[in-house]
């Protein structure tokens, strides 16, 4: 099997507070994992590509004060949402390549609704 | 920049009918499409992957075909069931050294019992 878990599913948070969201890979090691973000009633977009052992690769428009992103182990990831504000409200998913190649899988966590009041 | 649009954005049948889904990219510089379904809150469940290099894939009542060239796919879903209502995202993986996964904009599928 290929499973990715996500933690915590929901949190609610007051602005200004930071929030940490864990991504990890259960039955397999992922040296790169993703992260997504989708607002209601649109699709998933890309924020950052995070690669075991080194800096995030975050996508144009992303800022990466804001969303930290450490990748410490083959098996987890971890989202970290600075000083949050309710624009930051959203669903997070991530996903964990499981293998090295171009044309390898990407497996789906189940998300976290992030909601800043 | 690759663009990924999915038509339509929404649609209701009733059940048992045959349906399509369409996705279309604009780079056919693609190493796979995959569809995915979304339930409402949910995260994603991968359905079909279709390797550059093929044409279609089958799973059940599901069979996707892919035109790289014309930058076309479609999900042909069999004998709809109220079960099948969900959220259908494609989505284009550009390979090279980033595996990133390029999503459409979705089709909202509601099957009548």
């Known amino acids: 099997g290929a499973v990715v878990s996500q933690h915590p599913s929901w949190v609610i948070c007051k602005s200004g507070t930071s929030v940490k969201i864990e991504c990890r890979s259960l039955d397999f090691q992922a040296t790169t994992m993703f992260w997504y973000r989708q607002f209601p009633k649109q699709s998933l977009m890309l924020m950052a590509t995070s690669n075991e052992g080194s800096k995030a690769t975050y996508e144009q428009g992303v800022e990466k004060d804001k969303f930290l992103i450490n990748h410490a182990s083959l098996t987890l990831s971890t989202l970290t949402v600075t000083s949050a504000h309710p624009e930051d409200s959203s669903f997070y998913i991530c996903?964990?390549?499981?293998?090295?190649?171009?044309?390898?899988?990407?497996?789906f966590g189940p998300g976290t609704r992030l909601t800043v009041l | 920049k690759q663009e990924v649009t999915q038509i339509p954005a929404a649609l209701s049948v009733p059940e048992g009918e045959n349906l399509v889904l369409n996705c279309s990219f604009t780079?056919?510089?693609?190493?796979?499409l995959q569809w995915f379904r979304q339930d409402p809150g949910k995260g994603l469940t991968s359905l079909l992957l279709?390797?550059?290099?093929?044409r279609e894939q089958t799973s059940g009542r599901l069979n996707a075909s892919l035109d790289k060239s014309s930058g076309r796919s479609t999900l042909y879903i069999a004998a709809s069931q109220p079960g099948d209502s969900a959220t259908y995202l494609c989505?284009?993986?550009?390979?090279?050294?980033?595996?990133?996964?390029?999503f459409g904009t979705g089709t909202l599928l509601a099957v009548q019992p």
């Open positions: 780079d056919s510089a693609i190493y796979n």
């Open positions: 996903s964990a390549l499981k293998g090295t190649r171009s044309t390898d899988t990407q497996y």
């Open positions: 279709i390797q550059s290099s093929q």
């Open positions: 989505a284009v993986n550009e390979g090279g050294a980033t595996n990133k996964l390029i």
